[in-house]
């Protein structure tokens, strides 16, 4: 009886949960021969101000990027317009977050007559080992398949695209300062 309790421990304590499994390998972080980060086109984005992880399609076509935001509210501070907000998508939002807007901008949709203005923010982004403050129009993205787009103003200068692979770049963690 000892000795089948044993080697049940053993073998419990050698699960993949256990520390004994965890990985140990080092992320690899994927650049280019002239140090561009290269991306798929699917990437993981974390959202450092929230600390949320989100799957971005990464869009050469799209000039701006663009994040899935609802309860959208503007308001004046000091003069200037600023705006509240939460990200939110697969039913999951974020707490409230609070932003100057550094623009807004008009777009125009291809499918569809006419055009809608957005409030344009500045949050900060770490995709693969790079983290930068990053330009987002703010626009309710549940109905679609990504809540985080990445445009050219994004890429411009520091990424490369290969559009024939995904998630190139290694997940980022949740609750570590990047």
């Known amino acids: 009886m000892k000795l089948k309790i044993a080697a049940l421990l053993l073998c419990t304590a050698l699960l993949p949960h256990s520390p004994a499994f965890a990985d140990t390998t080092p992320a690899v972080y994927e650049h280019a021969t002239d140090g561009k980060m290269l991306m798929g086109e699917k990437e993981w984005v974390k959202v450092e101000d929230v600390d949320v992880v ?27 317009k600023w705006v509240t907000f939460r990200l939110a998508h697969d039913g999951k939002q974020s707490n409230v977050i609070e932003r100057p807007v550094v623009r807004t901008v008009k777009i125009i949709q291809s499918s569809s007559d006419g ?9 900060l982004i770490t995709i693969g080992d790079m983290t930068e403050n990053t330009e987002f129009t703010l626009r309710d993205r549940k109905h679609l ?20 692979r995904k ?7 949740i609750g570590v300062k990047q």
């Open 54 to 80: 989100a799957i971005a399609r990464v869009d050469t076509g799209a000039t701006t990027s663009s994040i899935s935001a609802v309860d959208i509210q503007s308001f004046e501070r000091d003069g200037k």
């Open 145 to 164: 398949n990504f809540p985080v787009l990445l445009g050219r103003t994004y890429l411009s200068d520091i990424a490369l695209v290969d559009v024939s």
């Open 115 to 123: 055009f809608e203005r957005r409030y344009v923010v500045e949050l």
């Open 167 to 173: 998630y190139i770049q290694p997940k980022p963690e």
